[in-house]
């Protein structure tokens, strides 16, 4: 293994490449102590040294920060790691740990994320986002289970819950415009449909909550 480039992240920092691709960062005063310089040879033994004996702790250490400010997905964590240009095999080890003694489970994630959000946004809106964390379908459609089996515990309305949550965010954006339901402008109502879709709620549900608004003359 060749050390092919050492380049300055910050003033205390560089990223050290080995064999033209990113192998990891260090600071200045590592890179003195292991004494790596551009074309010269690094040894396996440095190599491992580095990894395990420096990478791996820090990297530990900033997965805990991490998580202290915020709860993250696997995949979000990843990404972030990689953006401090961590190895993957540091990455991989250091979040299967966390993942083991349950600091990272995209279980719980899913399902608090779906609850936190689920009264402000659609439902396709939300698995779209947890999508882009890196959730897969099956888990995003257990955790719509597991939010629509609390629910019926917690009301009487049973089935009807998690729907009704959904048309109260309909309902505030006709209130939140203003719409008179005795004049029913038109021009309006499409803005109002056409930007409760981009929010990625379906047409059926908007006309719904729309027809029952009307009848009660809500607004």
Do not use: H
């Not at 986002?129 to 379908?137: C, D, N, P, R, W």
Request: charge should be positive; proline fraction near 1%; aromatic fraction near 10%.
């Amino acid at each position: 293994m060749i050390i092919t480039d050492i380049k300055k992240i910050d003033s205390k920092k560089c990223l050290v490449c080995i064999n033209y691709e990113p192998a990891f960062a260090l600071y200045n005063a590592e890179i003195r102590r292991y004494k790596l310089n551009m074309n010269e040879i690094i040894s396996k033994e440095v190599y491992e040294d580095i990894l395990w004996e420096v990478l791996f702790k820090r990297c530990r250490e900033r997965v805990g920060y991490i998580l202290g400010k915020s709860d993250k997905s696997v995949y979000e964590l990843k990404v972030k790691l990689k953006q401090g240009y961590y190895p993957n095999e540091i990455i991989d080890t250091v979040v299967e740990e966390y993942i083991r003694y349950d600091y990272i489970n995209d279980d719980r994630y899913s399902y608090n994320y779906l609850k936190n959000n689920i009264r402000s946004k659609s439902i396709n809106r939300i698995k779209n986002e947890l999508l882009m964390k890196g959730i897969s379908k099956d888990r995003i459609i257990n955790a719509i289970d597991e939010i629509r089996k609390d629910n019926v515990k917690e009301s009487e309305e049973n089935n009807n819950v998690f729907e009704n949550v959904q048309s109260q965010i309909i309902e505030k954006e006709f209130i939140k415009r203003k719409y008179d339901f005795n004049t029913d402008d038109r021009g309006l109502l499409n803005k109002i449909i056409s930007s409760l879709i981009r929010k990625g709620f379906e047409y059926d549900d908007i006309v719904k909550v729309y027809n029952s608004m009307k009848n009660k003359k809500i607004c």
